[in-house]
């Protein structure tokens, strides 16, 4: 606002004449100009903490602190009426009423009457006014139709009302953040229940079928008058679906371990490793047409924990077999190279498509194989990475797939000893 003030001459001390203008109100009103920049530079500053935080408290506490600085020295009360979709209750700031604050009576009736469910075309606005202790004044908290919460405050001695236009913005701001964690926190819990419905699925799917096998197997042995010969084979298939149960039940512990575990590393040969493995593999795919080929010309000794290492193997191979299902050959090779030790599990499967690649290593996600429930290459890179090294995967639909493990000959990094 500009102030024009017109002055007439008359004579100064000395008879000079004198232009003497009355400056007070030019002051006062730059001081409010400077006292309204200052209202406004906080309430976008506000509006920019909001913005960034995900916390409800935070948002109530940003929200009271600004709002009572817009207010001078009046009490003002922030209620938050709570969410149900993201069982989140009902929250007050401040939390304990104060001098001047509602009083813990008037809040509970308030959070209750604003709670029910509106009648008819009740508006919040409305009910607000109805409800409204003597001497208080109210902003809703709204997004579209529905009452996020409510600023209740002393109406200011604020002739031209901007303290409480001000207000008003700070609850715009205030709501559209606290939609903002609605959202947010309704689709985590929408994406965990999506998550936790596909492991079960997954888990169901995969367990029932080794459990129909280890029933039809039991009946067979129950019921039929047997050789010891064949005893001996149903035993043996018993005992392989047993296996399977296990395996995906320690895979399961695995993907759901939060701590790293503890590793117990030692010098091994890898060459010799790699054998005895290569020959576990023959021995228990021999029936299925797989033909197990073995590298191991530039072995060296690397520095591993064997039964942890050889999960990670075992789950990369077992892929690759059962993406061979007619039979094929599967390759292992190991090379060294500039202090790392490269271990290569090879198949002349089907390959996976590129537009799937990037999905390898989610959680309960399998392609082109019927046993096991998306969890092995999950683990495998996990134990990799726990020895410091890392997992490549390249594929197509000529040549199969080829997994590479890129371990450091040292083996992983001892922890730190912290000492006084």
Known sequence: MKIFITARP???????????IAVSGLM????????????????????????????????????HRAGSRL??????????????????????????????????????SLQHRLALPRAGGDSAEALLARELPAGRSAIPLPYQDDLLGVLFFRPPDDARGEAVKLLSLLAQHASTALRNIHLAQERIHFERLSA???????????????????????????????????????????????DRLAHMVSELLEFTRGA??????????????????????RRHYKDRGIVVELSSAQAREVRVDRARLERALWNVATNACQAMPGGGVLSIRCADRAGEAVIEVEDRGCGIPE????????????YGKSEGIGLGMVT??????????????????ERGTLVRFLLPVEGPREPAVVTD
Not at 13 to 19: A, L, N, T
Not at 201 to 226: E, K, N, Q, S, W
Not at 260 to 279: K, N
């Open 260 to 281: 790293r575990p503890e590793l117990a590393p030692q010098w091994v040969d890898l060459g010799d490793y790699l054998g005895s493995f290569a020959e576990r593999l």
């Open 196 to 242: 936790i419905g596909r492991m079960i699925g997954t888990i169901v799917h995969d367990f029932r079928g080794p459990l129909t096998a280890l029933r039809g197997y039991a009946g067979m042995v129950a019921g039929l008058d047997l050789g010891d010969a064949e005893r001996r084979d149903y035993g043996r298939f018993m005992l392989e679906e047993c």
């Open 355 to 366: 537009e799937i690649r990037h999905r390898v290593f989610e959680p309960f996600f399998s």
């Open 28 to 63: 006062n009103d730059q001081s409010s100009e400077i006292e309204r920049a200052e209202r406004l530079e906080l309430l976008c500053a506000a509006g920019v903490a909001m913005a960034g935080s995900f916390d409800l408290r935070d948002i109530l506490k940003e929200t």
């Open 71 to 108: 207010l001078g020295s009046l009490p003002l009360d922030v209620l938050y009426l709570g969410r149900d979709s993201i069982h989140s209750r009902a929250l007050w700031f401040p939390v304990e009423p104060g001098d001047g604050n509602l009083s813990a009576a008037e809040r509970e």
């Open 10 to 20: 008359r004579t100064g001390s000395r008879g000079e004449p004198g232009f003497p």
């Open 380 to 397: 495998a890179q996990k134990i990799v990475e726990e020895h410091g090294g890392q997992i490549e995967i390249e594929s197509s639909p």
